[in-house]
Nanobody, 119 residues
Framework: VQLQASGGGLVQAGGSLRLSCAAS????????MGWYRQAPGKQRELVTK???????NYADSVKGRFAASRDSAKNTVYLQMNSLKPEDTGVYYC??????????????WGQGTLVTVSS
């Protein structure tokens, strides 16, 4: 299982970024995916989960500003981040609690992509 995250960068407050996470080694359409972030000196926290059916839930801090989506043809999940704030700064990770043939096989993480929002 490999997850390759990309799309991070430096942006001014109020700006937008779109993160991508390409998955391989799993039956993408059969698995829920997640985005987490870790700010400097803080614990990793959940940003959003997107189910295999495309349903999403979000952390209160990003509701109305972030939107997750998935493209099964590309085995990729996206995180569209709008109205970015300095407190959104951190390393963003995608993950998959891998389920195959109805068995949980372990949780896998991408390498992370850094998002820096300047004030």
């Amino acid at each position: 299982v490999q997850l390759q995250a990309s799309g991070g960068g430096l942006v001014q407050a109020g700006g937008s970024l779109r993160l991508s996470c390409a998955a391989s080694g799993i039956r993408f359409s059969m698995n829920d995916m997640g985005w987490y972030r870790q700010a400097p000196g803080k614990q990793r926290e959940l940003v959003t989960k997107i189910t295999r059916g495309g349903m999403t839930n979000y952390a209160d801090s990003v509701k109305g500003r972030f939107a997750a989506s998935r493209d099964s043809a590309k085995n990729t999940v996206y995180l569209q981040m709008n109205s970015l704030k300095p407190e959104d700064t951190g390393v963003y990770y995608c993950n998959v609690p891998w389920v195959d043939d109805n068995y949980y096989r372990g949780t896998y993480w991408g390498q992370g992509t850094l998002v820096t929002v300047s004030s």
